[in-house]
């Protein structure tokens, strides 16, 4: 290989690596929602939902939720997300909203795992957390049936002015993939 193309090579490796590097960085980022879905839109955050669900009223949220949609099958809720706000006093960063999100999941689940993640906010990537869980549902009517088997995924963190949000999606096992899971978390967007 001559000079001249090993030279060209290196400068298009550098580029390359630029490239990405500017894309990996930087701020006022936007979330990436997948073609097909839908956005539950809040004053303090955006999240996509998967094709399928509909945005519903809130019900029996309590006081913290702002936002809802559900994935119905035969007549049957088998997913749901919920965006909440506020939902605890003095959690101020991701770690304190993570250990307020745990704090809330039912008696009888099984946390399996904690992960670090970032979201898209208006001045770049800001920290936060995502609790994976499973559970049994108890039966509610309709819902699926008793007994079923759940997963569950919860996106804590704070917005920019360090108040605490909380996404729950729980879903029949199975119905919702790990890329689905996955595209809900990098759909998140701060405000």
Known sequence: MSWRSRRGL????VGLAGALLTGCGGGG????????????KTERLTVAYPQGFEETASRDGGPYE???ATLTEKGRMTASMTVEFDFGKGLNDA?????????RIQLGA?????????????????????????FTFRGKEGGPPEGTEMDGVMLAGVDTEQRPYLITVNSVKGTLSERDVADIAGSVELK
């Open 10 to 13: 290196c400068a298009a490796a």
């Open 29 to 40: 980022e936007a979330a990436q929602v997948p073609e097909g879905w839908g956005t539950l």
């Open 66 to 68: 702002v936002a809802r």
């Open 95 to 103: 770690d304190m909203a993570a250990g307020g999100a745990k704090a």
């Open 110 to 134: 099984t946390p399996v795992k904690t992960t670090e993640i970032e979201v898209a906010g208006p001045g770049g990537r800001e920290e936060a957390r995502r609790i994976d869980y499973s």
